[in-house]
Each structure stands twice: as C-alpha cells, then as structure tokens.
C-alpha cells in the first residue's frame, strides 16, 4: 500500500550492530503499529502508539525501541541486533473511528526484510 | 492465553471450487473478526470484517461466517481463480490486532 512506506525493504547486518527501520504514513492515521513476522508464527506485535506522546510496548519488545518522530512517522530500533530477530518487520497504520463505526482495520506498508548474520 | 487457530497450513485446490478456511479462537470475545489477504513478500491487505451481531457477510465471491458460540469464523472464497493464491490471515481484537498464523491456499489452473 503507497500510503504506508518502509525503508529500507532490504537489509543486511552483523550481530551487535544497530539498525533503524522506518516508516511514513500518509493516510492521516494516529494509530500506528511494528510487527515481526515469522515463518508458521504469524505476525507480533513488537510496539504501537496510539498517538505522538503515546507508545506502548507489544508482546515481543525485549531488543527493541521506538521512536514517534510525527504523527506520520514510526521507527524501529535494534538497539544489538541479534541472529533471531531476522525477519520480516512490518508497519501498519489504522484510524478505528473508520465509517462511523468502531473498528481496528489495519493498513501495512510492504515490509522490510532483515537478516541477521 | 489468547488463542487463534487457523486450519492447515496449506490448501490445494481446483479452479472453479470453493475453498473453505477456518478460524478458531479462544479466551476471546471479539466485537468483531476481521479476514485479511497476504501475497508473498507484501504486506497484509484487509478484505472483510464481521460484526458479533452478524451471522455473514459477502464481498464478490467472498464470504464470511461468524459463530460466537462456536468461537469460529469461516471463510469461503467461491469459484476460486488462480488470483486467488495467497496466504489468508484471520485477526481478532478491538485496540490491538492478534493474528492467526494463516492458511496459504494454492489454485490450480
């Protein structure tokens, strides 16, 4: 989906090292998410916020941080990154007031790929 | 725990057939289930979402049930195309998002 963007979509590293992923929105949203996704796991949740002074931690932020740079901007952080966090990361957006109706559709940027050596 | 569970991990079928995907959940009691579409390498596209107090919905050749008792949702997509390969996720949850692991359904030409 254009309106959701992810940068890098690829990226290589070394354990230890640490890496940004980000993401921009320009679908008006405040809600904005990161996921992991692995193979047979489905997609986590690493950390999410609601608006620009709120963030809040996932199921699965242990070796993570974010930042909320603007209410369209989201980033990931590998603070070391470490061999088991390769894996394709995702950024979704949402706005649960959609129609009227209360409902938490998500939209995804198209992923980035990480790959931890 | 939270629990989501998605049939089978793969789903052949015949082009032109109805391919049937099941959702199953527990220690939830969802307002509403949402189906969504994943290709491989993109991101999750959302297709259909089901209300508590609705039995079905259609979109096209898409079709979703919803039993709350049974803590199951159904997904049906009818005279089936090659198009139609791709990896189907359910997910549950009112302010955050849980995801089934999805069901990768195949269309043979």
């Known amino acids: 989906d254009a309106d959701v963007t992810q940068t890098p979509r690829n990226r290589i590293t070394k354990t230890g090292k640490r890496i940004m992923l980000e993401c921009s929105q320009t679908?008006?949203?405040?809600?904005m998410y990161w996921y992991r996704q692995d193979p047979g796991l489905g997609l986590r949740l690493i950390y999410y916020s609601f608006d620009v002074k709120d963030i809040n931690k996932g199921e699965i932020s242990d070796g993570y941080s974010v930042s909320r740079q603007a209410q369209a901007k989201f980033s990931l952080s590998l603070e070391s990154a470490i061999p088991n966090q390769t894996a394709l990361y995702f950024c979704a957006t949402s706005d649960p007031r959609t129609g009227g109706n209360f409902q938490e559709t998500q939209y995804f940027g198209p992923g980035t790929r990480l790959l931890v050596l | 725990s939270q629990k989501i569970e998605q049939n089978s991990e793969a789903l052949n079928i015949q082009e032109g057939k109805t391919a049937t995907l099941t959702c199953n959940y527990t220690?939830?009691?969802?307002?509403?289930l949402q189906w969504y579409r994943q290709d491989p390498g993109r991101g999750p596209v959302f297709l259909l979402l089901?209300?508590?107090?609705?039995k079905e919905k259609r979109k096209e050749r898409l079709k979703v049930t919803f039993d709350t008792t049974l803590k199951q949702s159904l997904f049906h997509i009818t005279a089936s195309q090659p198009a139609d390969s791709a990896t189907y996720l359910c997910?549950?949850?009112?302010?955050?998002?849980?995801f089934g692991a999805g069901t990768t359904v195949t269309v043979r030409a």
């Open positions: 997910a549950l949850g009112d302010y955050k998002l849980s």
């Open positions: 089901i209300r508590e107090n609705e």
């Open positions: 679908k008006g949203h405040d809600r």
């Open positions: 220690n939830y009691s969802p307002a509403y």
